[in-house]
């Protein structure tokens, strides 16, 4: 075998080869284009921790809760997660209607997709966690029931865009469907649960969790689960929108 070793130029910053014979390119691949994915890899290390963490630290009872508050570390940051995804979503549905860039529009629907996902896991894992609290999977809590319609309400964008073939026209349709759909989004996933009777907590008739309710434990899973799951969901964002500029390659020219 011939004598290989490896140096790295510093003005190019890319891996050279060098054997006996050639000093040739080793498959392009830089320090550069390596340290740009470095949010990729926090977001798999904390959610392994936060999913060993999750199931095996202690944790403390909190009235009827027992083990299923462990459920914290799951069911908030899916939340967080499509509150992220529908932002993202109507800040380029604006953007899109202020400068008519379709970009814009796929940009958007992208996000929107993403958020969807990540709010059917935000239900299901509330109401598998409500199996264990309220005696039922699922019940006409406010709660739930707002949030059921906050989501139908994104899943009719996604039928609209779906109905309208022509490029500019869904475009337009959708865009100020979407703005409308994230001015609901709030009241009926917030502001509406915080007014009225309900078993969740945060509601008007049942505190949230408070310090005393969660001990340092518990904080240094939850917080480290909101970023690992919402760098997780940008994560399928951009690789969504990498997938769709090879789709719609007239677009993103």
């Known amino acids: 075998m011939s004598f290989q070793g490896c140096w790295i130029n ?107 996902l990540f709010g059917i896991l935000g239900f299901a894992t509330g109401s598998l966690w409500a199996t264990y609290t309220w005696g039922g999977t699922l019940t006409s809590d406010p709660k739930q029931m707002c949030t059921a319609i906050a989501l139908l309400i994104y899943m009719a964008y996604l039928v609209l865009r779906l109905s309208i073939h022509d490029m500019d026209k869904r475009a337009r349709i959708s865009a100020v469907f979407n703005i409308f759909a994230f001015a609901l989004l709030i009241p009926l996933t917030y502001i509406i649960p915080k007014m009225v009777d309900s078993l969740h907590p945060g509601s008007a008739t049942t505190p949230g969790f408070s310090k005393e309710d969660t001990d340092n434990h518990m904080r240094m899973v939850f917080y480290p689960a909101i970023i690992g799951w919402i760098l997780l969901s940008v994560w399928m964002y951009t690789l969504a929108v990498r997938y769709k500029k090879l789709e719609l390659k007239n677009i993103f020219k």
């Not at 921790?49 to 009872?61: C, H, K």
């Not at 549905?93 to 629907?109: I, N």
Request: glycine fraction near 6%; aromatic fraction near 14%; include cysteine.
């Open 10 to 116: 510093l003005k190019s910053l890319k891996i050279f080869v060098i054997n006996a014979k050639t000093c040739r390119f080793a498959p392009e691949y830089s320090c550069i284009k390596m340290a740009r994915h470095w949010w990729k890899a926090l977001a798999i290390l904390l959610l392994i921790y936060v999913i060993i963490a999750g199931f095996t630290i202690e944790i403390p009872i909190i009235g009827t809760n027992g083990q299923s508050s462990r459920g914290l570390f799951f069911h908030v940051p899916m939340w967080m997660c499509m509150y992220t995804m529908f932002t993202i979503s109507v800040i380029n549905s604006l953007r899109f209607l202020s400068g008519y860039d379709l970009k814009k529009d796929v940009y958007a629907s992208t996000a929107a997709s993403v958020g969807i």
